[in-house]
């Protein structure tokens, strides 16, 4: 497929975002007058990727309704993200795994985490939701967790009544999260911030809920430990709660639908917090085992951040047209591909 060279003048010019990549003059123009049910726009689908050179995507939606009535855009940006060749289509399964540890000594792998992004069924998302709404969407999920029982039930941490220190302070033991960054800030995400905003943990803190943070739902299982398999397993158990109680929006082709095209389909991102002190001497071999396992490396400290001590976040990029115990095999296969290669170093 030959790619568009987009509008120009709509983006920077120094721009790689996908958004940019596909955005031609005539496509902006079909669908530049168009709005959502809720009134949401492909100009501020765009603005963050606008204001953002260094965006990699470049598009939000606003509403489920945007996957469809700005299909022209978001397709392409979806097919080349999650490298798809076939139509999307998005395959479901949240069965439990039978993994082994892969370092019951810890001499590699620190954490395993997986989360999945859920957005609640006829509400606009976090870019364009107002504060009733916003407001509804946390009350409506608090209902739901409270439904739920041990080793899930726990507590929730509103973040309304904490100042920016004490937020801050929270976040580091896990019980708030900080502001969006300015690629969440561009696109509306952050109004507001912190109303109706707050984490739901379980007693022992594996579990973990972010109300409405880039989506209405961050639902996140976490552990320092190398049992990938254990800690998906909590997941699809909290999931198959949450699913009793709460309509999620979807699409029987694109998957679970979200704020971002990058996390559509499964919406699930599994990774691991990694040592590779031996690797990172060898980025073109780390990356090279990475790609050809379908994995993504970012900083330490998440997206957009550098690698600090060694510590890679090493995860699956394609979230959309593979299912969720696909999803964690493979980054099994492709973690114990690179714990070798650092042994061998
Ligand atoms: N909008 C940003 C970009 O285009 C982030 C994209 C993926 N990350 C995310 N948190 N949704 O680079």
Known sequence: ???????????CGTSNALVKRFLSPAVFNRLCRLKTDTGFTLARAIRSGQKNADSSIGIYAGDAQCYTLFK?????????????????CHTRNLAF?????????????????????????????TPHINRQDRQMVEKQILDALHSLSAPLKGCYHPMEKMDPGQIRDQAHTGKAFIPGDRFQEDAGINRDFP??????????????????????????????????????????????????????????????LNACPTNIGTAMR???HIRLPKLEKHPGELEKTAQAHGLQIRGTFGEKTRV????????NRRRLGVCETRIIQDLYTGIAALMEKEKKL
Not at 72 to 88: D, G, K, L, M, S
Not at 116 to 124: E, S, T
Not at 308 to 315: A, E, H, K, Q, R
């Open 1 to 11: 497929m030959k790619a568009d060279p987009g509008d120009q003048s709509l983006f």
């Open 72 to 88: 022209e855009i978001f397709e392409p940006v979806i097919t080349a993200y999650h490298q798809i060749t076939a139509p999307a």
């Open 97 to 125: 795994v039978d993994l082994f540890d892969l370092d019951p000594d810890r001499d590699f792998i620190l954490s395993a985490r997986v989360r999945v992004a859920r957005n609640l069924d006829a509400m606009a998302f």
């Open 195 to 256: 109303l109706s905003r707050g984490v739901y943990t379980s007693e022992d803190k594996t579990f973990m809920v972010w109300i409405n943070e880039e989506d209405h739902l961050r639902i996140i299982c976490l552990e320092k430990t190398g049992d990938l398999g254990r800690v998906f397993n909590k997941l699809v158990q909290a999931l198959d709660c949450l699913g009793k109680a709460l309509v999620f929006a979807s699409d029987p082709c694109l998957g679970y």
């Open 270 to 272: 599994a990774g691991v």
């Open 308 to 315: 600090t001590g060694s510590v890679f976040d090493i995860s």
